[in-house]
């Protein structure tokens, strides 16, 4: 079952702007996680939230999350080229060993 | 680092055949997974595993088993192939014993075509 449906479905920007993708949930979570996929390869982990944490960072990403909106977003600093790839949010439930995965928004850098 | 590596990355394969699709992890995680992922439908779980001759179905179970006899290998089958079952199937692992908030791993992917 798709719990997670991601906001745009496609964004395409100029290298050095920022990226935002959003992400929007149905039931209680006990975290959320993001990942990118390149084409044609395997998912990465990029960053998790726990559900009792509001915002996080790593490096050029920075991830929010409201639980009473249900609703978490993803925000790409200072985007490269490298940065191109589809980016997919998921939820883990109670025991937290399954998640379910958004239908992902594709991210396009144009240098 | 975590490797999950699947066997092929390209595999082609006929209407009916019995189709074998092989995921190894190096992390002896106890928890392995099977998705497919189709454009438009996202990634869905087809089968996982919590330990070594464990297993649970996902979303999609039809068409699909698991075997997992040794806890670094989870091994996805296809039955009788069928052309509906043409896609990329994905294979993740995790380790449950760090706590709750543990991210998976994911293999390369192979995308998997019936003729």
């Known amino acids: 079952s798709q719990q997670g449906e991601e906001d745009p479905q496609a964004l395409s920007i100029q290298e050095g702007e920022n990226a935002t993708m959003n992400c929007s949930y149905k039931t209680s979570i006990n975290n959320l996680q993001w990942y990118r996929q390149n084409s044609g390869r395997g998912l990465v982990h990029l960053i998790l939230?726990?559900?009792?944490?509001r915002e996080k960072h790593s490096g050029r990403l920075r991830v929010t999350l409201d639980t009473s909106k249900k609703s978490s977003s993803l925000l790409i600093t200072a985007s490269r080229a490298a940065d191109t790839a589809s980016y997919f949010c998921a939820t883990a439930g109670q025991g937290a060993q399954k998640l379910v995965f958004g239908q992902g928004t594709r991210l396009t850098i144009n240098p | 680092d975590v490797k999950v590596t699947q066997s092929s990355r390209y595999l082609v394969k006929r209407t009916g055949e019995k189709v074998f699709l092989e995921c190894v992890q190096d992390?002896?995680?106890?928890?392995m997974f099977w998705y497919r992922q189709d454009p438009g439908l996202g990634l869905r779980l087809i089968y996982f595993s919590y330990d070594v001759k464990m297993k649970e179905k996902g979303d999609i179970p039809e068409g699909y088993s698991v075997s997992r006899e040794k806890k670094e290998r989870f091994s996805l089958i296809l039955e009788s192939a069928s052309t509906n079952q043409t896609s990329m199937y994905l294979c993740?692992?995790?380790?449950?014993?760090?706590?709750?908030?543990?991210?998976?791993?994911f293999g390369d992917g192979t995308r998997l075509s019936i003729l």
């Open positions: 993740a692992s995790r380790n449950p014993g760090l706590g709750d908030n543990q991210p998976q791993h």
């Open positions: 939230i726990r559900s009792n944490e």
């Open positions: 992390m002896d995680h106890e928890n």
